[in-house]
């Protein structure tokens, strides 16, 4: 399989550590602005070719993975699929998903993002284990081919990842949430806090780890950071509003002074975070359902986005198209009991029929 990958930073050079280390005759090829980093990259094993134009990157590629910051993503997309091979797949890394998807209806493009990564950026850092056990979301759209979705798929749970189907306006919506909120919060933090001392002009007192935890990533890099807050403003703007609203509640209970409300308060965050945070590993039986649905474009992500929205994790797939190309037989690997039970109730509540062998 040769693989193409734009880009070789941290997630795009470990895209290419983990594909040599687990993908049969993996054959990674790399692409960006600098031969320096390139060549760096090919030294520490994460490329075996450095290309020196995107059409050599793409000649023959069966995956293409583009890297770009993501207010460059869109661009590189379109660029990519004008010189891919017509049965490659082409995805992406971004963390919002939005704009990417809307502006691309090739059937080859599948919108990704790694839930995965570090604070240190920059091919030296990457690591061949950086995806194991993490969540990828894919966001497959109506015309996104079945096939190239299934490889894709495939690919990401051979490389150690989880893959999840969600739907763009989705993803962007829970990223506001769990990620870029933070990130805002943490800003907001520094400066309040930069602030109060400057007024007072008290000296910096030694700050305990309740303020070095929830603002570990003020100021991350703003290079990556302005691309996502501009590409994602109205979900984080809309989040910063509902927060807003929840803290006046919190100055408003704390005003009050009623002992019994303030711990019932932090007691349902602790039970709220316990909850979050509660991992739904995979593990036990793996089980293999089968599901006739018709060959129609489309109903591949029309089953796995109704999976992924309900928190089923496909370890893999695999695609039959049947004799006649009128109908097909989709298998999926669910671990877990509960979760291969839910899975039989949502494709069913498709009209799809499910068997277990």
């Not at 400066?191 to 929830?214: C, I, M, N, Y």
């Not at 703007?237 to 509902?242: H, N, Q, S, T, V």
């Not at 704390?254 to 739904?280: C, K, S």
Request: hydrophobic content about 50%.
């Amino acid at each position: 399989m040769r693989i193409a990958v734009l880009g070789v930073g941290l997630i795009g050079g470990s895209i290419g550590l983990a594909a040599k280390r687990d993908v049969e005759g993996a054959e990674v090829v790399g692409f960006g602005r600098s031969p320096e980093r390139l060549e760096r990259a090919r030294a520490l094993g994460a490329i075996d070719v450095a290309a020196g134009s995107l059409a050599e990157a793409l000649d023959g590629a069966a995956v293409c993975f583009c890297c770009a910051p993501v207010g460059a993503l869109a661009d590189q997309i379109a660029a990519a699929l004008a010189v891919a091979p017509e049965d490659c797949v082409v995805t992406d890394v971004g963390s919002t998903k939005g704009e990417v998807v809307a502006a691309c209806s090739d059937q080859r493009f599948v919108g990704g993002h790694p839930i995965a990564g570090a604070e240190t950026a920059g091919v030296e850092h990457a690591r061949a284990d950086l995806f194991e056990d993490a969540t990828w979301y894919l966001t497959p759209a109506a015309a996104t081919s079945g096939v190239l979705y299934e490889r894709l798929h495939r690919l990401l749970a051979a490389i150690g990842a989880r893959p999840v189907a969600i739907d763009a306006d989705s993803h962007d919506r829970l990223l506001a949430t769990v990620s870029h909120l933070p990130h805002v919060l943490a800003n907001a933090l520094v400066t309040q806090a930069a602030g109060a001392l400057g007024e007072e002009g008290a000296a910096l007192p030694r700050v305990g780890p309740s303020f070095r935890d929830a603002t570990r990533v003020a100021g991350a890099n703003s290079a990556i950071w302005t691309d996502i807050y501009v590409a994602n403003r109205e979900a984080i703007a809309a989040e910063i509003d509902a927060l807003a609203a929840r803290l006046g509640e919190a100055a408003a209970l704390l005003r009050a002074a009623d002992p019994e409300a303030i711990t019932a308060w932090n007691e349902r965050a602790a039970d709220a975070r316990r909850r979050l945070l509660e991992a739904d590993l995979a593990g036990g039986v793996v089980h293999e359902l089968r599901t006739t649905v018709p060959n129609r474009p489309g109903i591949v992500a029309e089953v796995a986005l109704a999976l992924g929205k309900a928190g089923v994790n496909i370890v893999d797939m695999a695609l039959a198209p049947a004799p006649d190309m009128l109908a097909g037989e989709i298998t999926l690997w669910i671990a877990g009991d509960g979760p291969a039970g839910r899975a039989r109730e949502l494709i069913d509540a498709l009209g799809f029929p499910v068997v277990e062998p």
